[in-house]
């Protein structure tokens, strides 16, 4: 799960401030530089819990003022008139549409894929050495070597 936190309007007020017209009502201004526990509290009342494949794509480059009043990751949606939610600073659609009898809506077939990236740890997820059957060696992560019928446990004598 992740989070998304839902404006009807994020205005500039500067090159390191917005306003925000939150969901619920409230209107705050958050900064990038300084923390307010004011714009936290009204930001963190206006965030909901959503699978993180459905705001993957709003996850990449949450923007300054968002994460420096939330822990977690969040992802900065946009509700426009018709319903539909896009990201800040964005103009392509999510997939996700908001109802207020109904919450978030997702729509599988509109949310756009993230690209895919290892979840590979470096410093904790284990690396072996293993041999290929065609004699190849190589050192790979555990989750590289579930090809088992291609792996030998020692060269061949």
């Known amino acids: 799960m992740a989070q998304l936190r839902l404006a009807t309007e994020i205005s500039p007020l500067g090159a390191h ?12 201004t958050a900064s990038d530089c300084d923390r307010s ?31 420096n009043h939330t822990a977690q990751p969040t992802a900065a949606g946009l509700l426009q008139p018709e319903g539909g939610i896009r990201w800040c600073g964005d103009e392509q659609q999510t997939g996700l549409s908001y109802h207020a009898d109904q919450g978030i809506i997702i729509n599988r077939e509109r949310v756009p894929r993230a690209p895919m990236k290892s979840s590979m740890n470096l410093s904790t997820d284990a690396w072996i050495p293993i041999v290929w059957t065609e004699d190849k060696s190589e050192i790979v992560s555990l989750r590289e070597a579930r090809a088992g019928h ?5 060269p061949p004598s």
């Open 17 to 28: 401030s917005v306003r925000l017209d939150l969901l619920n009502g409230n209107t705050v």
């Open 150 to 154: 291609q792996i030998q446990d020692r």
């Open 37 to 67: 526990f004011e714009a936290a509290k009204a930001i963190h009342r206006n965030i909901v819990r959503v699978p993180r494949w459905a705001i993957a794509a709003g996850l990449t480059k949450p923007p300054g003022w968002l994460a």
